[in-house]
Each structure stands twice: as structure tokens, then as C-alpha cells.
């Protein structure tokens, strides 16, 4: 790798990997340490190709949703591992007002299949189409929407302070903005 390009790489490895590091960790459901690993992979993957990517992070991002999903594939038969409380992040002075329903949300979606976590934090905190997230989870876009729409009432239920708007309104109340760049 040239060094242009090796510069290029940890200026963004330093810039992206808190927001990275923060979608590897609502994809592993909460596992801080699987979801450092994830990132790592990812990381490594983008690279070895960093000169021929065109769009680094949304490339990063791929293959991390790739990578959990076949992760998933080879752990089907095991138990989910599940922590009481997560760590917070950032140093929001209003991060104290909605902690309470930060840590209510993080343990719904704990208690979430899978493939229903998945599909909530692709399509309500990655804000992707549903046809982006059925091909990055290989599965036709009416079982997106189906496990969509179950996956929030499960969380409205398991967290009624959600309401009746679900969590796709309230993550921006509580600090997880799509897509958001907190530095």
C-alpha cells in the first residue's frame, strides 16, 4: 500500500471508528468485545482494498453487516449471550434524562431474534431501504418488512415507554441518531 493511501486509511480508521464501533456493537447485541473483533475484520478487509474502495465507510459497513450475518449463520445452534447493563457512550450532558429508556432499549433489543435485531438496527439506526436490507441479509423484502413490523411491536411491548411511534422516532431522542457523526 502506498503511503498516501496507508495515511488515508488511518485518518479514517480515526475519524469513523467510534461511529463504526458503535453500529458493531447494536449489530452483536450489546457484546462489546464481539463487536470490537467485528470492526477489526472489517477494518482489516477494507485494507487490503483500500486503493481500489470509492466509498470507504459505506464499504466498511458491508462487510460488516456481512460478516455478523454469516456469524450468525455458524452460530445458529448456540445461546445468545445477553449483558445487564451496556456501557454508555459519549458525553452528552443530556445523556442523564434518557438513560433510563437508553438501557430499557438496549435490553429490548437484547431480547430480540436475531434476524429481528438485525433488521431494526439496519433499517431504523442505519436508515437503509428495505430492499438494501434484504440483500445485505439475503432474504426477500416482504420478510423484511414482516419482521419489521413484529420486531417493533416486540420492543413496544417489552419497552411500552416507546409508545405508539416505536423506537425508529425515539433513537434520536436517546442519542442514537442514523448515520451520526459524535466526535
Request: glycine share 6%; hydrophobic share 45%.
Amino acid at each position: 500500500m502506498k503511503a498516501s493511501n496507508h495515511d488515508e486509511f488511518r485518518e479514517f480508521v480515526a475519524m469513523r471508528s467510534t461511529a463504526l464501533l458503535r453500529l458493531a456493537v447494536l449489530l452483536t447485541g450489546g457484546d462489546r468485545h464481539a463487536a470490537e473483533d467485528l470492526l477489526q475484520i472489517a477494518l482489516m478487509k477494507a485494507y487490503g482494498r483500500w486503493a481500489h474502495i470509492e466509498q470507504h465507510e459505506a464499504y466498511v459497513r458491508k462487510v460488516m453487516y456481512r460478516q455478523q450475518v454469516n456469524r450468525w449463520r455458524l452460530r445458529r445452534h448456540r445461546a445468545e449471550t445477553t449483558v445487564p447493563v451496556l456501557p454508555e457512550s459519549g458525553t452528552d450532558a443530556d445523556a442523564g434524562a434518557d438513560s433510563e429508556l437508553r438501557i430499557a432499549l438496549w435490553a429490548a433489543l437484547g431480547r430480540l431474534t436475531k434476524r429481528q435485531r438485525a433488521v431494526v438496527v439496519l433499517r431504523y439506526f442505519e436508515d437503509l431501504p428495505e430492499a438494501e436490507v434484504a440483500a445485505l441479509l439475503g432474504c426477500p423484502v416482504g420478510t423484511v418488512r414482516s419482521t419489521a413490523h413484529r420486531s417493533l411491536a416486540k420492543l413496544r411491548a417489552l419497552v411500552p415507554e416507546l409508545g405508539p411511534e416505536g423506537p425508529a422516532e425515539q433513537v434520536q431522542s436517546v442519542g442514537y441518531a442514523p448515520k451520526e457523526v459524535q466526535g
